[in-house]
């Protein structure tokens, strides 16, 4: 049998509470690591929130259906291709009411759409004419 001296049991107290510290930690980390595997989802490189393209300055926005006329900005979603037109009632680049103190909001206004499918190059032709 060894025998072991009074001044080694520190050390050997020491190791084997390290040796149980790592172990524990280990049996602790695995299991969390099993738990959180369960729980993935998948990620998408897409987002729900729209890209938009807001054109500088403003323009003079027409309702396709002729009822309207305005000065506004114009927006375009970039994923959709849709255009949306903003409509400001001046020449400044935000909505402005000179009937009342508070501030106006702008409600959309659809003008159309771009067919962002559609641009794909064919051979020898420059144009979809």
């Known amino acids: 049998m060894i025998q072991v001296h009074r001044t080694d049991r520190p050390a050997v107290f020491a190791r084997r509470a390290y040796v149980s510290i ?5 049996a ?6 099993l738990s ?4 993935l989802r998948p990620v998408h ?3 729900d929130y729209p890209q938009l393209y807001v054109e500088p300055g403003v ?9 309207m006329e305005v000065q506004g900005k114009v927006v375009i979603d970039l994923r959709t291709g849709e255009i949306w037109g903003f409509p400001t009632n001046s020449t400044v680049a935000y909505p402005i009411d000179m ?3 508070q501030p106006p909001t702008s409600k959309p ?5 771009y067919d962002f499918s559609a641009m794909k190059r064919s051979a020898g032709k420059t144009h979809a004419f």
């Open 22 to 26: 790592l172990l524990i930690t280990i």
């Open 28 to 33: 602790f980390l695995g299991a969390f690591a």
């Open 36 to 39: 959180n595997g369960q729980n």
């Open 45 to 47: 490189a897409q987002t």
């Open 59 to 67: 323009t003079r926005l027409r309702a396709p259906d002729g009822s």
């Open 99 to 101: 009937n009342t103190s």
């Open 109 to 113: 206004l659809y003008l159309g759409k």
